[in-house]
Nanobody, 124 residues
Framework: QVQLVESGGGLAQAGGSLKLSCVVSGSRFSDYAMGWFRQAPGKERNFVSAISRYGGTTMYADSVKGRFIISRDNARNTVYLQMNSLKPEDTAVYFC?????????????????WGQGTQVTAFA
């Protein structure tokens, strides 16, 4: 009954910014650590970022560290991914995911619920 819906993807020039949102319904949002993953054409799903249940702990893939910021607003049942200084290699479908627990992990197999994904395209 838990559903995740991403939005905010689109087309951006390299160096630009996009902000993704993921709204969670069907369960108590604060029960879940949240993660963002991405999958480029012909490649496997890769970890991007994660945030703990109350936002106190965040994790980032090396490839996005210093450029992307994950945050959450438990009152709005929403997790965000602010993407700055976009690069063409950031182009992918971005997925929001939820895992029951405190911290969250980089392992996609541990996440229980997934959104449908939103396309991000960054061009030079």
């Amino acid at each position: 009954q838990v559903q995740l819906v991403e939005s905010g993807g689109g087309l951006a020039q390299a160096g630009g910014s996009l902000k993704l949102s993921c709204v969670v319904s069907g369960s108590r949002f604060s029960d879940y650590a949240m993660g963002w993953f991405r999958q480029a054409p012909g490649k496997e799903r890769n970890f991007v970022s994660a945030i703990s249940r109350y936002g106190g702990t965040t994790m980032y893939a090396d490839s996005v560290k210093g450029r992307f910021i994950i945050s959450r607003d438990n009152a709005r049942n929403t997790v965000y991914l602010q993407m700055n200084s976009l690069k063409p290699e950031d182009t992918a479908v971005y997925f929001c995911a939820a895992v029951f627990g405190v911290i969250g992990t980089t392992d996609p197999l541990k996440y229980t619920y997934w959104g449908q994904g939103t396309q991000v395209t960054a061009f030079a």
